[in-house]
């Protein structure tokens, strides 16, 4: 296991629910498995008016997201992990002189050794990004000549091309690259991990890893959910950018990249970047129409319960075209996937939630059981990303008795079976690995700008092209029925259910 070095946390927008939902909850898995450094404080910034006191009450001593697991500790350890919260009021502004941030730094590094490395967190919009870090730099908060000095940053990564290389320009003014980590939860998130393990340590899938062997890949992401609170968001948004263009685009390029050299954090981030550069870029019309699907849901019962449309939520303009399901038919330009389909959606509203990537391999070309119905039942690798991950192989077996009759078996591996195993959510293995120097699984500009590459002519298309749809769907189902079309002549998409094994079909709505 590789040293955490000695630093300091410096979270701004810390009286946001980010920071006690997800932030702080992280830090205390990791100081339970000993994982925070020696000598390690966060300070919090914010607009808010606070004390110290005020804020270890807020994210650690009275939060409900660590309630539970406060229960279980000594006092005298839930004291010293609340101790290492202190707080900063940064005014009426993030847009001001950030010398007394800085004093207030200086002292904490004094007083608990924390050596001159600092990781400055920006759980704010992304407007103030550039601002933050113009500001940290014209304090002399961003020079690396006492200790490394690292940015994280939160996602959305622009709202299209133009927008996201303007702000990678921004942040390159004040912080170089390798400073800069871009995080994508979805990346910390053990199975997607397990993606390039799958691939790249197994003799028995990597030479397959191709269009020789590899019909067609599915991927899906399912949220039962709508959008919750978050509608005035979601309405500028849509699923497009809020999930395809990060979330599943990372996906897609651990299936579709080349080995790497190394596991080296820059090795393989090259080859993300190559991955995402080779895939198709969609411009005309005819392509988009053929392609792409959109729609919304709308209101429906659930479970005997009255559930809203997309167009009646709180924030949602009354005849708003924002999506709510999009499904991508799309191809990659290489050798390795030439003429290979892949098939992704995301959606709200749907029957469950579920994030899976389904690898359809090819029939054997000579069918000596063609009468058993096997023809039709292709053999699948199924990476369930959440909630129940683990991995789901299906292949076929002779049902016992007489006569070659085949029927599909299914081997399966749950992470949840792995005894006496911690799995690190999301947020704590990505904030480890922030603190320990480990790009591997944060964005890289290039990285950001190549997946919107992709997107930009998608988001155009609806925006203002011809004959664009907006279909409807009701809450609770599967999207709109003419979604299987995009995936003709291949079958019908698999809709997962709440458990891995789960067989195409079925679901449960309530």
């Not at 979601?234 to 996906?251: C, E, P, T």
């Not at 919304?296 to 019962?301: D, L």
């Not at 059981?369 to 990303?385: A, H, P, T, Y």
């Amino acid at each position: 296991m590789n040293k955490t070095e000695n630093q300091i946390l410096v979270i701004f927008g810390a009286s946001g629910d980010l920071t006690a939902r997800k932030l702080v909850p992280a830090l205390f898995n990791l100081y339970q498995a000993n994982q925070l450094p020696d000598n390690f404080v966060v300070l919090g910034a914010s607009r808010s008016d606070m004390t110290d006191s005020a804020f270890r009450n807020k994210v650690v001593l009275e939060s409900t997201y660590l309630a539970d697991k406060l229960k279980k500790l000594e006092k005298e350890d839930i004291k010293n992990f609340a101790d290492k919260f202190f707080y900063e009021d940064l005014g009426g502004s993030y847009d001001t002189d950030y010398g007394r941030l800085r004093k207030r730094v200086e002292d904490l590094k004094n007083k608990y050794q924390t050596s001159g490395n600092i990781i400055y967190y920006l759980s704010t919009p992304p407007t103030l990004y550039e601002t933050i870090a113009q500001n940290l730099a014209d304090a002399g908060m961003s020079t690396q000549n006492n200790g490394w000095k690292r940015l994280i940053v939160e996602k959305p990564f622009g709202y299209s091309l133009e927008t996201a290389k303007q702000l990678n320009s921004g942040l390159q003014q004040f912080f170089k690259e390798h400073q800069i980590y871009r995080i994508d939860h979805y990346l910390g998130k053990e199975t997607v991990q397990n993606l390039l393990v799958t691939r790249f340590a197994n003799s028995i899938f990597e030479p397959l890893w191709n269009r020789n062997y590899i019909h067609h890949v599915e991927i899906t992401n399912a949220e039962s959910v709508g959008v919750e609170k978050r509608g005035g968001y979601y309405d500028k948004s849509g699923a497009l950018r809020d999930m395809f263009q990060n979330h599943l685009l990372q996906i897609v390029s651990l299936i579709v990249m080349e080995p790497p050299i190394s596991d080296a954090p820059e090795d393989i981030r090259n080859e993300k970047v190559k991955a995402l550069k080779s895939l198709r870029v969609m411009e005309s019309d005819q392509e988009l129409f053929d392609n792409t699907i959109r729609a919304q849901y709308t209101s429906s019962v659930i479970d005997g319960k009255q559930v809203k449309g997309y167009r009646e939520e709180e924030g949602v303009d009354k005849d708003s075209t924002t999506e709510t399901f999009a499904a991508i038919k799309f191809f990659v330009d290489n050798w390795r996937w030439k003429d290979t389909p892949f098939y992704v959606r995301t959606a709200k509203r749907m029957p469950t939630k579920a994030t899976e990537v389904v690898i359809h391999f090819k029939t054997p070309h000579h069918q000596i059981f063609q009468d058993s119905g096997l023809d039709s039942k292709d053999n699948k690798l199924v990476i369930r990303i959440q909630p129940d991950e683990g991995i789901l192989l299906k292949f076929g077996v002779k049902v016992p008795g007489q006569g070659f009759k085949v029927e599909r078996a299914n081997l399966d591996f749950y992470y949840s079976s792995l005894a006496e195993t911690h799995v690190m959510d999301a947020y704590e293995r990505l904030l480890l690995d922030a603190m320990q120097g480990d790009a591997t699984l944060y964005a890289r500009a290039d990285e950001v700008e190549a997946a919107w590459e992709f997107v930009d002519p998608i988001l155009k298309y609806w925006s203002s092209g011809k004959d664009v749809r907006m279909y409807g769907y009701a809450a609770g189902v599967w999207g709109p029925e003419n979604s299987h079309e995009l995936i003709e002549g291949i079958g019908e998409w698999r809709n997962p259910g709440p458990n891995l094994t789960d067989d195409p079909g079925f679901c449960v709505i309530c």
